[in-house]
């Protein structure tokens, strides 16, 4: 069966820090883009960061560039977010997401096909 | 960045009942669009990806369209289990992102 478990979540104070897990199995996970996605509570979807299969690659939401790290242990089928310096705006689910892809004609289209459960992150003193 | 908008935000409806949601884009992403559905406590499901392709295992009363800014998503007859919260997201450029919703509610 295909799927993530996302763990790590918790209660953290303002300024403190949280690495988040996501577990893959059923899957090749070295063959895949994977991606975090939160919400607010009450609120809408956010995608906050990707990385690309071997790595090399990573992108970020401004509003978490330079205090936010996306990693993954392909060794390990696990993918990784190392959240510093949280601010209360920061508390969330925070879900995994793989990146699947398809070439249509000329074009790849990229879509987020399997999520994890979600793991909540709350930010307060 | 690109920024999407939908409507309605709100919606309620009968079972039965067919049912369109637009999502629209501040600039043309082709047909970089993917839709999902959420149930409250849990996680978004893909329902639609390219704009218009039906996504392995989800039924076919879902349909969708659109390219370039305007991009529609159609249930051809609302079922019970389709109350939920619907998001279309961008995957044209990054920041990928999502528009804000739409409730669709029972009448």
């Known amino acids: 069966e295909v799927q993530l478990v996302e763990s790590g979540g918790g209660l953290v104070q303002p300024g403190g820090s949280l690495r988040l897990s996501c577990a893959a199995s059923?899957?090749?996970?070295?063959?895949?883009?994977m991606s975090w996605v939160r919400q607010a509570p009450g609120k809408g979807l956010e995608w906050v960061a990707n990385i690309k299969q071997d790595g090399s690659e990573k992108y970020y939401v401004d509003s978490v560039k330079g205090r936010f790290t996306i990693s993954r242990d392909n060794a390990k089928n696990s993918l990784y977010l190392q959240m510093n310096s949280l601010r209360a705006e920061d508390t969330a689910v925070y879900y995994c997401a793989r990146v699947g892809g398809e070439a249509q004609f000329y074009y790849y289209y990229y879509y987020m096909d399997v999520w994890g459960k979600g793991t909540t992150v709350t930010v307060s003193s | 960045d690109i920024q999407l908008t939908q409507s309605p935000s709100f919606l309620s409806a009968s079972v039965g009942d067919r049912v369109t949601i637009t999502c629209r884009a501040s600039q043309g992403i082709s047909s970089y669009l993917a839709w999902y559905q959420q149930k409250p406590g849990k996680a978004p499901k893909l329902l639609i990806y390219?704009?218009?392709t039906l996504q392995s295992g989800v039924p076919s009363r879902f349909s969708g369209s659109g390219s370039g800014t305007e991009f529609t998503l159609t249930i051809s007859s609302l079922q019970p289990e389709d109350f939920a919260t619907y998001y279309c997201q961008q995957l044209n450029s990054y920041p990928f992102t999502f528009g804000p919703g739409t409730k669709v509610d029972i009448k």
């Open positions: 390219a704009a218009s």
């Open positions: 059923g899957f090749t996970f070295s063959s895949y883009w």
